[in-house]
T-cell receptor, first 111, second 110 residues
Framework: KQEVTQIPAALSVPEGENLVLNCSFT??????LQWFRQDPGKGLTSLLL?????REQTSGRLNASLDKSSGRSTLYIAASQPGDSATYLCAVLQGAQKLVFGQGTRLTINP | DADVTQTPRNRITKTGKRIMLECSQTKGHDRMYWYRQDPGLGLRLIYYSFDVKDINKGEISDGYSVSRQAQAKFSLSLESAIPNQTALYFC?????????FGSGTQLSVL
């Protein structure tokens, strides 16, 4: 059974810092890995999607990497801003459209 | 207007009551999903549908049922609500791989 783990559960950093969020998964047989952002009272917003054949994807200040063989992904946020404060979730897609989510990392950027 | 709309946003109900959560989408996607989110457990898939005639159970379908009334509408029912069904429920749609989520329904069963 696929298990997705995100460490740490919560992270607080000063504005302007670069930071890395971690995601690990137990079964490397995945189609893709996605990173989502969740704001309080709102749904999830897809940030980046990495296909299993890819190593990384970039969008603005965000860069996500995937090492399928080791079961790891990282989300790198450059020059963090208070507006980046949210919960970040990773999810892996397996067969039959089964998306398995991690528990999320709650990120706080302090001005 | 939101592409994926869930109603109600919040609901408090009592044990044993029947309740329906509704989801509608304007994205024109065939695929729709219902997830629940519990603190510390992430999101878990309840049911999913790839078109109007296709309904599939997810990993935690017991105690739930769904109806796909149209391409744009997918509702989730709790036939007899119990307290451990208290959670945040999300509807989502997808074209192929990228999911689009509604804002969620916070359900409390007393």
């Amino acid at each position: 059974k696929q298990e997705v783990t995100q460490i740490p559960a919560a992270l607080s950093v000063p504005e302007g810092e670069n930071l890395v969020l971690n995601c690990s998964f137990t079964d490397s047989a995945i189609y893709n890995l996605q990173w989502f952002r969740q704001d309080p009272g709102k749904g999830l917003t897809s940030l980046l999607l990495i296909q299993s054949s890819q190593r990384e994807q970039t969008s603005g200040r965000l860069n996500a990497s995937l090492d399928k063989s080791s079961g790891r992904s990282t989300l790198y946020i450059a020059a963090s801003q208070p507006g980046d404060s949210a919960t970040y979730l990773c999810a892996v897609l397996q067969g039959a459209q089964k998306l398995v989510f991690g528990q999320g990392t709650r990120l706080t950027i302090n001005p | 207007d939101a592409d994926v709309t869930q109603t109600p946003r919040n609901r408090i109900t009592k044990t044993g009551k029947r309740i329906m959560l509704e989801c509608s989408q304007t994205k024109g996607h065939d695929r729709m999903y219902w997830y629940r989110q519990d603190p510390g457990l992430g999101l878990r898939l309840i049911y999913y549908s790839f078109d109007v005639k296709d309904i599939n159970k997810g990993e935690i379908s017991d105690g739930y049922s769904v109806s796909r009334q149209a391409q744009a509408k997918f509702s989730l029912s709790l036939e007899s609500a119990i307290p451990n069904q208290t959670a945040l429920y999300f509807c989502a749609t997808s074209e192929i791989e990228k999911l689009f989520f509604g804002s969620g329904t916070q359900l409390s069963v007393l």
